[in-house]
């Protein structure tokens, strides 16, 4: 900002959110358009963009819902013909957005009453756009916070905030949008992969490697209540990522039948324990464990681990981790970041849990946003725990293994579903389709 003129970042963040905005009404001229406005900075980007858009031709009312405004940005929206007026109930078609522009940054979770009331009575057909964040939500946590406004589109500045990535707070953004506004950023403590970086950081072969330098990964899941576990844990660690498969457990047949290129006990470099395993969980925990090799560490297994793991990734959802540090569901899923990262800290080790989007903690964080709700489908985290195995048994460290996995398992999962239903052998299939498509992109192949 040192080396910018005074404003010159809020006018780039209101010109592209003035743009974000018309390219979702498709149009500006005639548009109807209401600004709700806070006291900050986040109020001033909704005001000039106002302005921007009111000079184009749209119908730009400003609801001031603060004692104070930016007072700048206010007589520019003015002087463009916009105005303020006092907030009412808005029917559905009564205006074609609703921006808001309460808080952003600055603030802290929660809405105060006074917003409450302007916002009840908007009928929720109408579109939301959120100015850097839904108001109300914890920014730098992704937590709810209480009550927090819902945006279709939210458009953020310079980089994204943690709120867009975790949840729930990522699931109140809708579609977000970051708009480059020049900024210089240190290193994130909480990262997202993108493809090119997944492309980056996946086991390559080389020519002169062979089955066992690839890496051998062993599965220890399944029983004969649930053998199938066994048979979709061992569906995702057989996706050609790892050079081997071995699987030690009493669904030995029907793994054999479905497939036959894994085999029997022996060496590994790497561990999955517990899909499925039911009363033989322990035993299988304490096996793997005793071969000092990294390990997955998943669902009936979770409920034995007592003492730190320091090479291991956990897999828990919501309710298994909430089990394992003595807390409610409901406490985890109003805060998965920090019970993920509490977690981690505990066990020393990785934790990744499971939700509309994972969380993966260990010595940073990261949160893989690839993905489709169709995933919600039993037996997709059986699948998972194969994967992450695989990918620790070929070399990788354990936090790049454990989101590695998890973002080939979203674009698995998004693949496979192209926007339909999916089951979690589907899902095990796509695997393979979408390394290859990342070879092709990136590796030149
Ligand atoms: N910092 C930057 O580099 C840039 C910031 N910009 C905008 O500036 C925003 C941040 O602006 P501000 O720092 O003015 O802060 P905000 O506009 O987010 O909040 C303003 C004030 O509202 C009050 N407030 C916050 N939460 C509240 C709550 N829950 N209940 C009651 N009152 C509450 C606080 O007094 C706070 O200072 C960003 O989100 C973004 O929209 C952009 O213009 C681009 C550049
Ligand atoms: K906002």
């Known amino acids: 900002m040192a080396t910018l003129p005074d404003g010159a970042l809020m006018q780039r963040a209101a010109t592209g959110l003035a743009t974000a905005v018309a390219d979702l009404l498709g149009g500006v001229y005639g548009r109807r358009i209401v600004l709700l406005v806070g006291p900050g900075d986040n109020g001033g980007d909704a005001l000039y963009a106002g302005g921007v858009l009111a000079r184009r031709g749209a119908s730009v009312e400003a609801w001031l819902l603060a004692d104070t405004w930016h007072d700048d940005a206010l007589a520019a929206l003015r002087r463009a013909g916009g105005r303020t007026s006092a907030p ?16 952003g940054i600055g603030a802290r979770p ?18 939301f756009v959120a100015v850097d964040v839904p108001s109300g939500v914890g920014v730098d946590t992704g937590e709810g916070g209480g009550m927090h406004l819902r945006a279709d589109l939210t458009v953020t500045f310079g980089t994204h905030k943690i709120a867009h990535l975790a949840d729930p707070a990522a699931q109140a953004c809708g579609v977000v949008e970051l708009v480059d506004i020049g900024l210089d950023l240190p290193p994130a403590p909480v990262e ?66 479905h497939h036959p290129e894994v085999v029997g006990p022996g060496r590994v ?39 730190p793991l320091p090479q291991a990734v956990l897999t828990p959802h919501a309710g298994e981790l909430a089990a394992m540090l003595g807390v409610e569901r409901k406490a985890v899923e109003a805060a998965p970041l920090r019970h993920a990262t509490d977690a981690a800290a505990r066990f020393g080790c990785v934790v990744l849990l499971k939700g509309n989007h994972t969380g993966i903690a260990g010595e940073r964080v990261r949160i893989t946003t690839a ?13 998972l725990s194969g994967l992450i195995g695989a990918l620790l048994a070929a070399g990788l460290a354990p936090f790049d293994a454990a989101s590695v996995g998890s973002w080939l398992h979203g674009a698995a999962g998004t693949l496979a579903s192209d926007g339909g239903p999916i089951t979690a052998t589907d899902l095990a299939r796509a695997i393979p389709r979408v390394v290859q498509q990342i070879a092709v992109r990136h590796w030149g192949l």
Do not use: C
Not at 110 to 127: D, T
Not at 197 to 223: I, N, W
Not at 371 to 383: H, I, Q, R, S, Y
């Open 88 to 103: 009412r109930p808005l029917r559905a078609g009564a205006v074609d957005v609703v921006v808001d522009g309460v808080f």
């Open 110 to 127: 929660g809405l105060p009453p006074r917003v409450a009331e302007a916002v009840i009575p908007i009928s929720s057909s109408i579109p």
């Open 192 to 257: 997202s992969l993108g493809e090119a970086d997944v492309a980056g950081l996946l086991p390559r072969p080389r020519p002169d490697d062979h089955k066992y330098t690839r890496g051998v990964v062993g599965v220890r899941a399944g029983s004969a209540t649930y053998p199938g576990a066994g048979l979709l844990a061992v569906a995702g660690a057989n996706t050609g990522l790892a050079g081997m498969v071995r699987y030690v457990g009493s669904a030995a047949e029907t793994v054999k039948q």
């Open 269 to 307: 470099q790497a561990w999955v324990v517990g899909p499925g395993t039911a009363d033989d969980a322990e035993q299988h925990l304490a096996e793997a464990v005793a071969d000092d090799v990294p390990l997955v560490v998943d669902a009936d297994a979770l409920g034995h681990v007592t003492a």
């Open 371 to 383: 993905g489709t709700p169709w995933l919600a489908t039993a037996g997709a985290g059986d699948v």
